[in-house]
């Protein structure tokens, strides 16, 4: 049934209730798809996104060291149909073009991430290859001349191989080696770089490359490595933070963040205060497991500290497997990012349910069991529904949950399959919505959404994927050699939103106001079948929809529906 807000005004109708009752439980339902028209203030911060192993290419090119992504990717057997980032979109050697796209597109910043091996190839200092700095000081330098602000990411999954000999981030020592990475960096693109996220997606590197071992440096320890690793990724950011704050910050004033991943989870039943407790719960274990120390209190969220202990204890360990943080630790860590950063593209419903102690497992630790949201389209990713609605309600949550920060979506797209090139209104549809939903947070929920990149600026090395689907703004042909990047219908849209800072209202759908001539002829109407006690049928229209309401008994013949 279509959404109907219905406002009675000067009825007097003694039986709507039951109509109104059947309507509003279609409100309920359907609210959440309405469609809001609005703008974002202005300063808005639109953007697009990459990185560097994706895009880049050049894999051994000047200098280059080997990362944990080209060792993955040249194992034969690592990916269906042996994909690689060898090449990708040669962005290495064809740097004016991407630049070309960026001012075409009129974007107001570009996320893109360093290759650590490309700038140090062993992971040290001592290993620094100039010829790749000289890379990134063009593409800073580009943007800059194009009024376009970089968004630097120092860490986005490509690990020096030589650093994940020593361990990768399951070793302590990763710590003060991140920092010097990222000291230098700051030191030597700061000037002109003002935003700073330190890893992207810390969950996706501790448990899908520590635990699930799907991702390099593919270690299948579920019960242990991922925690340990989540913690060296947290105090390394905090150091990091830290580092850009003293040394760098007063001259620079730049911002520092991170970039976390987090769904949207809908509990299975809100009136069951289980499944509401589990849909907390996941979004504690995803999101919070690094949100709350940095952004509320130094340390881990209640729920997994509870659950982890408990598990553990019947586990007969004598300790949590979730590390825990010192009370210096703690205070180092909370506050350290200047605004927050969450990658969102899907919603899941979450339910309660009592998960198995053995083999220990940060899955089993969560007790909770999660599925599609259903009703959404799917897209070519499974099990990565395209859920718009979800995206204010996770932001209406960050607000509650976090102190009401400034938000930046740092990463939000869908994946469409190969045969899609050009046209690709799936993308419009989603942007469109997804972009809706986030204006609605901030218009009329208040939440301090200060920008939204897209993913991607074009199609890409999409990981264990490779070239099989795509989340670009562009197409590109990898079966050409000069990798000719062509924009998608969706470019055009993004452009047109990202010009009109939102969605204003049309002149077809603004209130007209105004008088009829005062000759116009004001009257009622009735009859005596109707004004009878007989049943009476009351269509409601709103843009093309009726919804049919059996009125009982009118007792008076004048009566006024607004529809909104």
Excluded at 192 to 214: C, D, E, M
Excluded at 292 to 311: E, R, S, T, W
Excluded at 457 to 474: A, Q, R, V
């Amino acid at each position: 049934m279509p959404v109907l807000q219905c406002i009675f005004v000067l009825c007097r109708l003694s039986n709507l209730s039951m109509c109104l009752s059947a309507l509003s439980q279609s409100l309920c339902y359907s609210r959440r798809k309405l469609y809001h028209y609005g703008t974002f203030p202005k300063g808005f911060s639109w953007g697009v996104s990459s990185s560097a192993y994706q895009i880049e290419g050049g894999w051994n090119a000047d200098g280059k060291g080997t990362s944990i992504w080209d060792t993955f990717t040249h194992k034969p057997g690592s990916i269906p149909g042996n994909p690689s980032g060898d090449v990708a979109c040669d962005s290495y050697h064809r740097l004016d073009e991407d630049l070309y796209m960026l001012r075409a597109l009129r974007v107001k910043s570009y996320r893109f991430s360093l290759s650590w091996s490309r700038i140090f190839p062993d992971g040290q200092r001592t290993s620094l290859n100039q010829r790749g700095v000289d890379y990134y000081n063009r593409l800073i330098d580009g943007l800059v001349a194009y009024n376009i602000t970089p968004t630097v990411t120092l860490y986005h999954w490509d690990l020096p191989q030589a650093l994940q000999t020593l361990g990768g981030w399951d070793n302590v020592d990763m710590i003060n080696i991140f920092n010097d990475f990222c000291d230098f960096s700051f030191a030597t693109f700061g000037d002109r770089v003002k935003f700073w996220i330190t890893f992207n997606q810390p969950h996706t590197i501790a448990w899908s490359g520590y635990g699930l071992g799907q991702i390099p440096p593919n270690v299948k320890k579920p019960g242990l490595a991922p925690y340990r690793v989540a913690h060296n990724l947290i105090k390394a950011h905090a150091k990091a933070y830290h580092t850009y704050d003293n040394k760098y910050r007063k001259s620079q004033g730049g911002l520092v963040s991170i970039a976390l991943n987090a769904d949207w989870i809908e509990p299975k039943d809100v009136n069951v205060p289980r499944e509401v407790a589990a849909a907390d719960r996941a979004l504690q274990f995803q999101l919070g497991w690094f949100a709350h120390p940095i952004f509320k209190n130094g340390d881990y969220p209640d729920a997994m500290k509870l659950q982890v202990g408990n598990k553990s204890e019947l586990q007969g360990l004598s300790e949590s497997r979730l590390p825990s943080f010192t009370e210096e630790e703690k205070s180092f860590i909370r506050g350290t990012a200047d605004m927050f950063c969450v990658n969102h593209y899907t919603t899941k419903i979450a339910r309660h349910a009592t998960l198995r102690l053995t083999p220990q497992s940060y899955e089993y630790d969560r007790d909770l069991s999660e599925a599609e949201e259903g009703d959404s389209p799917t897209t070519a990713i499974s099990k990565q529904r395209a859920v718009a609605w979800g995206l204010r309600r996770l932001l209406n949550w960050i607000k509650e949950e976090y102190g009401d920060p400034e938000i930046y979506i740092t990463e939000n797209g869908v994946a469409t399959d190969i045969k899609t090139t050009v046209d690709d209104t799936d993308r419009v549809f989603y942007h469109k919505t997804y972009v809706d939903e986030a204006l609605k947070a901030h218009n009329l929920d208040g939440v301090k959404v200060k920008g939204y990149i897209a993913t991607s600026l074009m199609d890409s090395f999409e990981w264990l994927n490779g070239y099989k689907i795509g989340f670009g703004l562009h197409h590109v042909d990898f079966t050409n050699s000069n990798r000719p990047r062509t924009p998608k219908r969706s470019a055009h849209y993004y452009y047109q939103v990202m010009r009109d800072n939102g969605f204003p209202l049309p002149d077809d759908e603004k209130m007209l106001y105004g008088q009829f001539p005062k000759t116009f002829n004001w009257s009622t109407a009735s009859a005596s079948y109707q004004v009878g006690n007989a049943s009476t049928l009351v269509e409601i229209t709103s843009h093309g929809h009726v919804c049919q309401c059996n009125v009982v008994t009118i007792t008076a013949s004048v009566f006024t529906i607004f529809i909104l």
